[in-house]
């Protein structure tokens, strides 16, 4: 592969890797338009300044369109997504042989007990789908993006 379409890539994985971009695209894989509150639900965990500013920058790429009905995948967004739906299967046979490990809290019993210790479990991706908690690594202190 050539600089140029190593450049090309990097560009493309730019815009892809920030934070909720990818579940963007996904809850609009399968074509039907969503309002701006469905596209959050669908996404799951979103708050709306990242939303916004995921929207924004898919529609700069011109992967992501907004008509009268909601917010839609362009055709280059659904050649990437085509182009992407070899990942479903993958991941749910990587994510059968490989459970996430979540770690769950242990209560305390005691009333000057320190901090509970950590328990991890292991679990099956579809009980642990949920993001982790916390900022979004593309906010500041403040939460704004």
Same mark, same amino acid.
């Given at each position: 592969?050539?600089?140029?379409?190593?450049?090309?890539?990097n560009?493309?994985?730019?815009?892809l890797?920030?934070?909720?971009?990818?579940r963007?695209l996904?809850?609009?894989?399968?074509?039907h338009?969503?309002?701006?509150?469905?596209?959050?639900?669908?996404?799951?965990?979103?708050?709306?300044?990242?939303?916004?500013?995921?929207?924004?920058?898919?529609?700069?790429?011109?992967?992501?369109?907004?008509?009268?009905?909601?917010?839609?995948?362009?055709?280059?967004?659904?050649?990437?997504l085509?182009r992407?739906?070899?990942?479903?299967?993958?991941?749910?046979?990587?994510a059968a042989?490989h459970?996430?490990?979540?770690? %769950?809290? !242990?209560s305390?019993?005691? $009333?000057? +007990? #320190? &901090? @509970? *210790?950590? %328990?991890v !479990?292991?679990?099956?991706? $579809?009980? +642990? #789908? &949920? @993001? *982790?908690?916390?900022?979004?690594?593309?906010?500041? $202190?403040?939460?704004?993006?």
């Amino acid at each position: 592969m050539s600089s140029k379409d190593n450049a090309a890539v990097n560009q493309l994985f730019e815009r892809l890797e920030c934070r909720y971009a990818m579940r963007v695209l996904w809850a609009l894989r399968d074509g039907h338009p969503q309002t701006f509150r469905l596209l959050q639900d669908s996404v799951g965990g979103i708050t709306p300044n990242t939303l916004n500013t995921r929207i924004k920058e898919l529609r700069e790429a011109g992967m992501l369109d907004h008509g009268s009905d909601g917010y839609t995948v362009t055709p280059v967004g659904l050649d990437l997504l085509k182009r992407l739906s070899d990942v479903q299967p993958f991941a749910v046979r990587w994510a059968a042989t490989h459970p996430r490990k979540v770690v %769950v809290r !242990a209560s305390s019993t005691g $009333s000057h +007990a #320190s &901090a @509970p *210790a950590p %328990v991890v !479990a292991s679990t099956p991706d $579809s009980e +642990a #789908s &949920a @993001p *982790a908690g916390g900022p979004s690594p593309d906010t500041t $202190s403040n939460g704004t993006p």
